[in-house]
């Protein structure tokens, strides 16, 4: 089995907001995506789930939201500038970018797996339910690592 190799991206979105992404390709069918934010606590988890996934065999996507930076001010004013629907309906354009990069990257993927931790399994299942609104689908599974996501609803 060949080694995996990581590359840093810059994925634009259908608005045109750049955000920074990054692609363990593990030669495999199978990925993960793992929506992150700069808070130390969610890094911390996702850099532990992705070690995880890597020696499972799977290819990992971990990406940043627009909203998000590596200065913590900046994240808690954004959210406060922007109401949280107003948030979560423009970042599905996020996950929409780095969904097309994997089917673009590997159109043979069996599995395209949405791994969300806090705030991502929201933004998640939005982008899931409205991509299939439109007929088509974001991820063949979803694993939610949040207590609060089954008290939230989404459409």
């Avoid at 045109?16 to 995506?33: D, E, K, Y």
């Avoid at 900046?74 to 089917?103: C, D, F, G, R």
């Avoid at 599995?111 to 063949?140: E, M, P």
């Amino acid at each position: 089995r060949q080694p995996f190799t990581a590359e840093s991206l810059a994925l634009t979105t259908q608005d045109g907001v750049t955000i920074p992404a990054l692609f363990i390709n593990n030669h495999s069918n199978r990925v993960v995506v793992l929506g992150t934010s700069c808070l130390q606590d969610g890094l911390s988890k996702m850099r532990c789930f992705a070690a995880r996934l890597i020696r499972a065999g799977y290819d990992i996507m971990m990406f940043d939201y627009r909203w998000h930076a590596e200065d913590l001010d900046i994240t808690l004013w954004s959210s406060l500038l922007h109401p949280i629907e107003q948030l979560v309906e423009i970042e599905k354009n996020e996950v929409a970018a780095v969904i097309q990069y994997l089917k673009n990257h590997n159109p043979n993927y069996t599995d395209i797996i949405g791994l969300g931790q806090c705030y991502s399994c929201y933004t998640f299942a939005s982008a899931q339910v409205h991509a299939q609104k439109n007929g088509v689908s974001c991820f063949t599974k979803l694993i939610f690592d949040s207590p609060w996501f089954i008290l939230t609803p989404y459409n």
